[in-house]
């Protein structure tokens, strides 16, 4: 369940629209594996838990098809079960968009930090940088979309096997289409590379996949939506203790 309230404050400022935009998100659900690794507190059961997430933004709209977007918010969630404690992070951003058909394109830059009052070796401070680019077709109906994701994390009391303080770059890359049949309905495919380099062996990875979807918008504030995605992943092979080597794989 879901509610989400949002009031936005007209202003003129020059040749650009200015608006304030505060939101509050509350939500109440179901997390099926509150752990991703069993722990001395629990193993891998879930919880109901309740979230708020005030924010607000400050969105610039020219008259040449370009948005500026800056803001920040807080978020904590409460899980209902005994010792599950909770988890809580802000982050702040800056978003860019610019429109000149047949192309649309944005720029997000975000950075923040997340904390696990019940997992505080998983406390962390993370940046991340997300470009898009979107192509409508000559076909009617048709768009080619590419988008890109490079993140930084670095783990406040997580170390690794040399006794360093974790911290990872991952980044991934994705292609596909999509189908816009009426105003309402938008279906996708996509493929996508992704990697992980990490000052921890064990962490590195790359792997590749697809995924699909459809989403069909009931009301200007309603949508419903399905998401299927898929791949394949694969870690640096490591040496254990008695010196065999590790192969290691998943399936996401």
């Not at 304030?20 to 939101?23: E, G, V």
């Given at each position: 369940w879901r509610l989400a309230l949002t009031f936005l404050v007209p202003q003129i400022l020059h040749a650009a629209d200015l608006f304030?935009?505060?939101?509050l998100t509350l939500e109440m659900g179901y997390e099926n594996n509150r752990y991703a690794v069993s722990t001395v507190l629990t193993n891998t059961e879930g919880s109901a838990f309740c979230s708020v997430v005030p924010g607000l933004s400050v969105h610039v709209l020219s008259d040449r098809g370009t948005e500026l977007?800056?803001?920040g918010s807080f978020s904590r969630i409460e899980y209902l079960t005994r010792d599950f404690e909770y988890r809580e992070g802000s982050e702040i951003h800056a978003e860019w968009w610019q429109s000149a058909a047949p192309f649309e394109s944005s720029l997000r830059l975000a950075g923040g930090f997340s904390s696990d009052a019940a997992v505080p070796e998983d406390d962390l401070r993370w940046l991340n940088f997300l470009p898009t680019l979107t192509y409508s077709l000559p076909a009617p109906h048709w768009e080619w979309t590419a988008q890109g994701y490079l993140g930084w994390n670095s783990y406040d009391s997580r170390l690794t096997r040399d006794g360093e303080e974790?911290?990872?770059?991952?980044?991934?890359?994705?292609?596909?289409?999509?189908?816009?049949?009426?105003?309402?309905?938008?279906?996708?495919?996509?493929?996508?590379?992704?990697?992980?380099?990490?000052?921890?062996k064990t962490s590195r990875y790359q792997g590749a996949g697809v995924s699909l979807g459809a989403r069909y918008w009931t009301s200007p504030r309603g949508q419903l939506a399905a998401h299927f995605r898929g791949g394949t992943r694969s870690y640096t092979e490591i040496q254990d203790e008695s010196g065999l080597w590790l192969e290691r794989n998943d399936t996401p």
């Open positions: 304030l935009s505060p939101r977007s800056l803001g974790e911290s990872d770059v991952a980044g991934e890359f994705s292609t596909g289409l999509r189908w816009l049949p009426t105003v309402h309905l938008t279906v996708w495919s996509e493929f996508y590379l992704e990697g992980n380099r990490s000052n921890e």
